[in-house]
T-cell receptor, first 114, second 119 residues
Framework: EPEVTQTPSHQVTQMGQEVILRCVPI?????FYWYRQILGQKVEFLVS????????KSEIFDDQFSVERPDGSNFTLKIRSTKLEDSAMYFC????????????FGSGTQLSVL | AQKITQTQPGMFVQEKEAVTLDCTYD???????LFWYKQPSSGEMIFLIY??????QNATEGRYSLNFQKARKSANLVISASQLGDSAMYFC????????????????FGTGTQLKVEL
């Protein structure tokens, strides 16, 4: 079965550094998402992306965050200047359409900010 | 008010028994979708089952079924014939009607239920 691929699986960075989390969505999918889960807490929506622009973003997704689809296969989340509270598991997801019945998540990137 | 409420932080079930994980939701939208995901200790989020608000039949996917009671706003997950590999955190999530206005799959998640299957 096709799957969403995320790299790296773990990322450790120093506070204030920039990080880029990478995702390869399922090939025929058009809608892409980032979610995050702080340890022991709920999964939270960050941003949705379609047709090379952001469709919706949450309050968490401030100016320190950006997303990009640099080519036909990758979808990236950049955190410009990481803070301790950015430590979390970041999940990429994709669907074929806006109301996809199956929202497939990648296996996540565990980001640790020291 | 919480949009998704999972009242069972932890559940135990004997292998081969059925178990029901509770989920209630709160929305004023007529069109919405309900999802269940499984998160093993390795951390990935595995899609289990989906129920649309207009679906008249309860969704089923193999050993998973969703007991959808619209008037009560509940969407409980039933796992039949539990297996040791079912031990994991289970999340209920809802997509509200904003996808109609281009919002797409913005899901609101519950706090999860940790299920432990015992021999």
């Amino acid at each position: 079965e096709p799957e969403v691929t995320q790299t790296p699986s773990h990322q450790v960075t120093q506070m204030g550094q920039e990080v880029i989390l990478r995702c390869v969505p399922i090939s025929n999918h058009l809608y892409f998402y980032w979610y995050r889960q702080i340890l022991g807490q709920k999964v939270e929506f960050l941003v949705s992306f379609y047709n090379n622009e952001i469709s919706e973003k949450s309050e968490i997704f401030d100016d320190q965050f950006s997303v990009e689809r640099p080519d036909g296969s990758n979808f990236t989340l950049k955190i410009r200047s990481t803070k301790l509270e950015d430590s979390a598991m970041y999940f990429c997801a994709s669907t074929e359409g806006p109301s996809g019945e199956k929202l497939f998540f990648g296996s996540g990137t565990q980001l640790s900010v020291l | 008010a919480q949009k998704i409420t999972q009242t069972q932080p932890g559940m135990f079930v004997q292998e081969k028994e059925a178990v029901t994980l509770d989920c209630t939701y709160d929305t004023s939208d007529q069109s919405y979708g309900l999802f269940w995901y499984k998160q093993p200790s390795s951390g990935e989020m595995i899609f289990l089952i989906y129920q649309g608000s207009y679906d008249e039949q309860n969704a089923t996917e193999g050993r998973y079924s969703l007991n959808f009671q619209k008037a009560r706003k509940s969407a409980n997950l039933v796992i039949s014939a539990s297996q040791l590999g079912d031990s994991a955190m289970y999340f209920c999530a809802m997509r509200e009607g904003q996808w109609l206005t281009g919002g797409g799959n913005k899901l609101t998640f519950g706090t999860g239920t940790q299920l432990k299957v015992e021999l």
